[in-house]
């Protein structure tokens, strides 16, 4: 079965630090994984978008990183903001059934000042 | 500005009662997708359409239904066989029939009274 597996759940930081957000997937075959920043009562908002052959991926002050060997992807925010306060979603592909996309649970993370 | 509208944001129903969804996309996009959402938990795929006047069950579609008469619209009716709806409701799109969504609107919040 296809899964997406988030940590931490939760996460409280300090405006200025950074962080880092941990996704590990089962999906297979892997097409591409995405990093969704959702904020409350919204709907998600895509961050970065990686493929087979892309390790590495910058959006800002975020930058995603992939490991397709060991199926871990993680979500780096530098300087984080009080805007950063959101919940951040790892989503993978498979070439399997459609390319239909798997969700984590997502991380909420908090910035306080 | 190009995009998709959701509403009501908030929603509620009694037992017994069916109850639409509007979602409309100015995007020109073929695909649209309805997803839930529960806390805690990843997205889970309702039910999706390619193209007007054809649309496809998703992993939870039992006591919803949907129709795609116009490419712009794509209302969800969660009736009342839908034992367990309180959940947040997020309608997405995409260019192609590649069952990837790459926009999402901003949801409708459904609560039982």
């Known amino acids: 079965k296809n899964q997406v597996e988030q940590s931490p759940q939760s996460l409280i930081i300090l405006e200025g630090k950074n962080c880092t957000l941990q996704c590990n997937y089962t999906v297979s075959p892997f097409s591409n994984l995405r990093w969704y920043k959702q904020d409350t009562g919204r709907g998600p908002v895509s961050l970065t978008i990686?493929?087979?052959?892309?390790n590495t991926k910058s959006n800002g002050r975020y930058t995603a990183t992939l490991d397709a060997d060991t199926k871990q992807s993680s979500l780096h925010i530098t300087a984080s903001q009080l805007s950063d306060s959101a919940s951040y979603i790892c989503v993978v592909s498979s070439k399997n059934a459609g390319n239909m996309l798997t969700f984590g649970g997502g991380t909420r993370l908090m910035v306080k000042p | 500005d190009g995009g998709i509208t959701q509403s009501p944001k908030y929603l509620f129903r009694k037992e017994g009662q069916n109850v639409t969804l509007s979602c409309e996309q100015n995007l020109n996009h073929d695909a649209m997708y309805w997803y839930r959402q529960d806390p805690g938990q990843g997205l889970r795929l309702i039910y999706y359409s390619q193209i007007v006047n054809d649309f496809q069950k998703g992993d939870i579609a039992e006591g919803y239904s949907v129709s795609r008469e116009k490419k712009e619209s794509f209302p969800l009716t969660v009736t009342s066989a839908q034992k367990n709806p309180t959940a947040f409701y997020l309608c997405a799109s995409s260019i192609g029939r590649d069952n990837q969504p790459q926009h999402f609107g901003d949801g409708t919040r459904l609560s039982i009274l």
């Open positions: 990686m493929t087979f052959s892309e």
